[in-house]
């Protein structure tokens, strides 16, 4: 290992940032060569430290105060990414290889490390819901509304809406262009969710229409409202994405745990249920409905509808949201 000899002070002398110590320590670790590998491990390094200040993350920015308890917490945060859908296994068990291949060259030492990234996500996928998603009660979601902006946080308001009427995920209702989604919404009668979207899926090869319907114009026309003045999206145009989730949307997560709503997530399963009953007349399987019973062809393009319209392009993973095929 190529030792830097400077282990004191922040990020173990690597700098300020998290972002900026682990690749630089990759770089030392490799002595400047194998190009292509550095490239790997630092960008699924990025996807750890975005991890690290996300909602669901601890917040660090240095790796002196990553411990081995972090590193389960991000096993955990992968394997539910798996079971939503969201990652393959094989993605996640590289992600915490590089993390655990980075640390060491940040450390020095093998002293904090996931033994067995396999064996910490397990092997076999398990991605059906069995537990029904909250916020599918339109009383409760009212009352979040409302005391999210009583506590003046009508910028989460707006993303639970967007959430909840469209299936955005967090980082759709953050960056969506307001005013093309509400043109769209006027004069298309539907709405084609494009900014901030996973792995490139966007434009014209990856459309993901939804239909504009009242309540998904309601949920624009409150995000309007809450946009901050020049912008077109819910940040602010001074503001970073990052800052946004650490100083705003993280402290009203807690809102929304004392209101009975477990997370943003919940809320685009929510959405995939009423979607389903809309879709084949049947309350969807983790609500109690039998549905691929009773027509197994329309259970079918239900979920290809619902995979398209929650940006999966993957039927399999509708199983995440609405529940299984029992």
Not at 86 to 115: F, P
Not at 197 to 221: C, D, F, I, M, Y
Not at 304 to 315: A, N
Request: aromatic residues 6%; positive net charge; proline residues 3%.
């Amino acid at each position: 290992m190529a030792l830097v000899g400077r282990r004191e002070g922040r990020n173990f002398g690597y700098g300020r940032q998290l972002s900026y110590a682990g690749p630089q320590a990759l770089k030392d670790l490799f002595a400047g060569g194998h190009f292509a590998t550095v490239k790997a491990h630092s960008d699924r390094w990025q996807a750890f430290v975005r991890w690290c200040r996300s909602e669901d993350g601890p917040g660090y920015n240095d790796a002196r105060q990553i411990d081995r308890l972090t590193l389960q917490d991000y096993a955990a945060y992968l394997r539910q990414q798996i079971q939503q859908g969201e990652l393959s296994i094989a993605t996640a068990q590289n992600r915490l290889s590089s993390v655990n291949r980075t640390i060491a060259a940040l450390r020095g030492d093998q002293d904090v490390r996931i033994a067995s990234p396999s064996q910490a996500l397990g092997l076999r996928r398990s991605s059906v819901r069995t537990r029904a998603p909250d916020g599918q009660d339109r009383q409760q979601l009212r009352r979040v509304l409302e005391v999210l902006g009583k506590q003046q946080h009508e910028r989460v308001a707006a993303i639970v809406l967007l959430a909840r009427e469209t299936g955005m995920r967090l980082r759709e209702a953050i960056l969506a262009d307001l005013p093309r989604l509400h043109r769209e919404a006027e004069h298309l009668g539907r709405i084609n969710i494009q900014d901030g979207t996973k792995g490139g899926r966007s434009g014209a090869s990856a459309p993901r229409w939804v239909v504009a319907n009242e309540e998904v114009k309601a949920a624009l026309q409150l995000a309007h409202h809450a946009s901050p003045p020049g912008s077109r999206y819910l940040l602010a145009r001074d503001e970073s994405y990052a800052a946004f989730l650490q100083q705003t949307v993280l402290p009203a997560r807690e809102i929304l745990h004392e209101q009975g709503l477990k997370g943003f997530h919940e809320l685009r399963a929510a959405y995939a249920c009423e979607r389903y009953e809309q879709l084949t007349g049947h309350v969807a399987p983790v609500n109690g409905g039998h549905g691929y019973r009773i027509d197994r062809g329309l259970d079918q393009r239900a979920r290809q509808q619902i995979s398209l319209e929650l940006g999966h392009y993957r039927v399999d993973v509708v199983s995440a949201y609405i529940g299984g095929r029992e």
